[in-house]
């Protein structure tokens, strides 16, 4: 039984067109994660959370809104989707900051035409 | 901002070599994680090693983390087929955020 889920796996979506991501963990972690990867850049934080009503900036926050309703959900809203956000998603949790493990989901791969 | 200065590297080896992969990194680093991350999958961690620990073990795999020189390095020895992964290291102090390099493409050739 995986403990991170993202949904959905693969989307289309239109330029200007508003996308939401949604990740599920059952790990019980306060942390949550929003990276995107794309070839030559790794793994870059988009936004991130403490718990449940708090959300953070990462490195790369520009085009992206987060929200995180309770323990378990975290979402990743692109109000006006571009083809620039054409990525792959991956969802995290962890119990604390840096040093400790972070545990992903499986990714959704989203494509702006 | 940035933490390593790796680009994506390709390495392709024979089953059942050695391989060591590196990772150098700019900012404050006092805990480094290896992760692996197959085909279509999320990634996950293998090691995390500490700036006082020098050396970690886990089965066929060794991280080593040097702070005077940045560096950090992760090897494995007696490589399977099941090894092909993307491995990448991230960084972080000890109450910071993690950063990742971009990591290396491990092919291992049964």
């Known amino acids: 039984e995986a403990a991170v889920t993202q949904s959905p796996r693969n989307k289309v979506a239109v330029t200007g067109g508003k996308v939401t991501l949604s990740c599920n963990q059952t790990?019980?972690?306060?942390?949550m994660y929003w990276y995107r990867q794309d070839t030559g850049h790794g793994l870059r934080l988009i936004h991130y959370?403490?718990?449940?009503?708090?959300?953070e900036k990462g490195d790369i926050p520009d085009g992206y809104k987060a929200s995180r309703p309770s323990q378990e959900n975290f979402s990743l809203i692109l109000e006006l989707a571009t083809p620039s956000q054409t990525s792959v998603y991956f969802c995290?949790?962890?119990?604390?900051?840096?040093?400790?493990?972070?545990?992903f989901g499986p990714g959704t791969r989203l494509t702006v035409l | 901002s940035q933490w390593g200065e790796e680009n994506l590297q390709a390495l392709s080896i024979q089953e059942g070599e050695d391989v060591t992969m590196n990772c150098s990194y700019k900012?404050?680093?006092?805990?480094v994680q290896w992760y692996r991350q197959k085909s279509g999958k999320g990634p996950a961690q293998l090691i995390l090693?500490?700036?006082?620990?020098r050396e970690k073990r886990s089965g066929r795999l060794r991280a080593t983390l040097d702070t005077s020189s940045q560096s950090s390095s992760l090897s494995i020895t007696g490589t399977l087929a099941t090894d092909t992964a993307v491995y990448f290291c991230?960084?972080?102090?000890?109450?910071?955020?993690?950063?990742f390099g971009a990591g290396t493409q491990l092919i291992v050739i049964p």
């Open positions: 991230g960084g972080s102090s000890a109450l910071g955020r993690l950063h």
């Open positions: 995290a949790s962890g119990e604390g900051l840096g040093g400790y493990e972070q545990y």
């Open positions: 959370s403490y718990g449940a009503g708090s959300t």
């Open positions: 790990n019980n972690h306060n942390n």
């Open positions: 900012t404050y680093t006092t805990v």
């Open positions: 090693i500490r700036s006082n620990e």
